[in-house]
């Protein structure tokens, strides 16, 4: 099955610098690949996805990048606000049948004022 | 309501007690999750139901049973859990296409946090 590898862990940056977490996948047929921020005390949140038709996807200060060939893919965010600190969640899941996300297992990023 | 609600938010339970927990989407949609979230792991498929019918169970022991009554509402029913049971349980609802397709946003609900004593 689906096995989705995240990193940094934990992420600690300045307010206004980037910070940019990646995450590699081992099924060739995952084709979704969706973002999440997760806040004290709430469910995840989707911030932004990608499918595999595309390369790049971006939303104002975030953006994901996704490399098919090497079954890996990042989230960068810009221009860093502490609104940001929060934990965030990769995720992958196959075409076919039911959506069935494999998450990564985190990376809880801080910033610092 | 809005969105995706979960009750209760709290739950402590014994391990012999049964209970159950509450998800309902107001969204329209026809997928419906529950997942598990402990500590140390990340978040874990735990049942998928498509149009009502479970289309996913994944290797979740008996202890839980999940029933989906309508598009709009699903349920887990605890029995005689294990204190490893403890854990944040969510659930989450998207709207896809029968026969799969491209995936669309899952959205969840805040959690009920689950403390088996």
């Known amino acids: 099955g689906e096995n989705v590898e995240q990193h940094p862990s934990t992420l600690s940056v300045q307010e206004g610098d980037s910070a940019v977490i990646k995450c590699t996948y081992s099924d060739s047929a995952s084709n979704y690949f969706p973002w999440y921020k997760q806040e004290l005390g709430k469910g995840p949140q989707l911030i932004i996805d990608?499918?595999?038709?595309?390369g790049e996807k971006k939303d104002q200060r975030i953006a994901v990048t996704l490399n098919k060939t090497a079954k890996h893919f990042s989230l960068h965010i810009t221009e860093t606000q502490p609104e940001d600190s929060a934990v965030y969640f990769c995720?992958?899941?196959?075409?076919?049948?039911?959506?069935?996300?494999?998450f990564g297992q985190g990376t809880r990023l801080t910033i610092n004022p | 309501e809005t969105g995706v609600t979960q009750t209760p938010r709290h739950l402590v339970m014994g391990m012999t007690n049964k209970k159950s927990l509450k998800c309902e989407q107001h969204l329209g949609h026809n997928a419906m999750y529950w997942y598990k979230q402990s500590a140390k792991k990340p978040l874990e498929l735990m049942f998928v139901?498509?149009?009502?019918?479970?289309?996913e169970n994944n290797s979740v022991p008996s202890r839980f049973s999940p029933e989906c009554p309508n598009s709009s509402h699903l349920f887990l029913h605890l029995h005689t859990l294990q204190p490893e049971d403890s854990a944040l349980y969510l659930c989450?609802?998207?709207?896809?296409?029968?026969?799969?397709?491209?995936?669309?946003?899952?959205?969840f609900g805040p959690g009920t946090r689950l403390t088996v004593l």
């Open positions: 139901y498509n149009f009502k019918e479970q289309t």
């Open positions: 995720a992958a899941s196959r075409r076919e049948g039911a959506q069935k996300l494999v």
């Open positions: 990608i499918r595999s038709n595309v």
């Open positions: 989450a609802s998207s709207q896809d296409l029968p026969g799969g397709g491209w995936h669309n946003e899952q959205f």
